[in-house]
Each structure stands twice: as structure tokens, then as C-alpha cells.
């Protein structure tokens, strides 16, 4: 029985795309850091997308009803077009971070002092 439950915290821990676990905003490229403040302070954004519904077709974020996480362009340098980063913003306040469109997420820790 031991076997199962570590295979369920296992399958649990990937269905959510969490291998990343957390990072610290600062840890950030400073592209990402850019769209943070932006997101702080609503904009503009350089996209039409940002700001529009997330999915979550992928299944890596915690499952939550439709229209409750919103995407944001994270630019990368050298890209012909969007790039792979996004910023995840959920209804909450938490925030997730992708460098890889959408295949794995860290949740970014809340920067204000505990």
C-alpha cells in the first residue's frame, strides 16, 4: 500500500507540471521581471493575447474553473514571434512562470516580505 500512495504524490506532483517547484521573482530573466510590472500596474501590454484566457488545456496548473487563469508574454530576446515564456496569473494572486510554453511551471513566490 505504501507503493500507492507514493505513486499517487508522484503522478499528482506531474499531472500539475510542478517539477520546477517555486522561484523567487528575482531569480527571474528581466524580461519576466518587465511583465510582472506591467502586470502590476495593467499595462499596456505589447500583445493583444496577454490578458486573455488560460486554459490550462495541459493540465499542469492546479484544475480550476474556466476563466480563472489569465496569460502574459514574457519576450524573448531573438524570438521571431511570442517565444515559449508566459507568465500564468490565477484569480487568487498566484502567479506561474513557463519557459517552455506551457510543458512545466514554477509557481513565482510572492515577493512582499512575510
Known sequence: MKWLACLALVLAGAAFGFEGGEVDPAELPPQARETLELMASGGPFPHVQDGRIFHNRERRLP????????????????????????????????????????????????PSPR
Open 63 to 110: 484544475l480550476r474553473r474556466r476563466g480563472y487563469y489569465r496569460e502574459y508574454t514574457v519576450k524573448t530576446p531573438g524570438a521571431p514571434d511570442r517565444g515559449a515564456r508566459r507568465i500564468v496569473a490565477g484569480e487568487g494572486g498566484e502567479l506561474y512562470y513557463t519557459a517552455d510554453h506551457y510543458r512545466t511551471f514554477r509557481r513565482i513566490r510572492d
